[in-house]
Structure formats: C-alpha cells, structure tokens
Nanobody, 130 residues
C-alpha cells in the first residue's frame, strides 16, 4: 500500500501560518499526484488541494484559494501544504493520499465515493484559536 505520513500540525492563532508535510513511506512519490484533504469534527471530509506528480499543476478548494500553497520536493519524497492567514474554520485534521487511479500522475475529480476509498494517512491536527 502507498503509505503516507502527515506532520506539522499544531495550535496557532488566527492569521498565523503553518506548513504541513506529507512524506512517503516505502515507495517513491514521484509517479503520483498527491491530494490533501481535511475533516473537521462532525463534518465530512473535503478536498483542500492537489498537485500533479511533476508539481506543474496545482488545484485548490475555493475555501483555501489564495491562502494555501501546495508544493513538492520529489528528491525528498515529500509534499508540503503552506497555510497562511489561517482562520478558525480551518481547524481540522489534515490528511494526504496518493492518486492511485490511472493516470496516477494527474489530479482527478474527488466525489465522496472516491474520497472515502482513498488511502489517507493518520492525519495531523490543525487548530486555529485565539
């Protein structure tokens, strides 16, 4: 299985920044688009961002566009999510997963049934509170 490990979460105040990391364990990320999602207590999982295998394509949800930046360093086998201007509504567990549908190099559409079937990591908790 394509196992990913998220890190970098924490407690910050509104307006501050955090940078999350998503590291691969036991495989090379280079051939895969990577998706970040989040899930707040009592809410459904939502896709936050996706990056193609080369990094040349990135997509963002409307709720984070202009504040979050996804990037990757294939040499370090890691994908990042830079989160700026954080808001209380960004509070959630954040997860990453590799795209396993062909072509694995590209971001796809992520309806609920696809999201629920992806192999998400254990997540990292982000809490925005004053």
């Amino acid at each position: 299985q394509l196992q990913l490990v998220e890190s970098g979460g924490g407690l910050v105040q509104p307006g501050e920044s955090l940078k999350l990391s998503c590291a691969a364990s036991g495989f090379t990320l280079e051939g895969y688009a990577i998706v970040w999602s989040r899930q707040a207590p009592g809410k459904e999982r939502e896709v936050v961002s996706c990056i193609s295998n080369s990094g040349g394509y990135q997509s963002y949800s409307d709720s984070v566009k202009g504040r979050f930046t996804i990037s990757r360093d294939n040499a370090k086998n890691t994908v990042y999510l830079q989160m700026n201007s954080l808001r209380p509504e960004d509070t959630a567990n954040y997860y990453c997963a590799a795209e396993t549908r062909a072509p694995t190099s590209l971001c796809g559409d992520y309806p609920r049934r696809i999201l629920n079937g992806m192999n998400w990591g254990k997540g990292t908790l982000v809490t925005i509170s004053s």
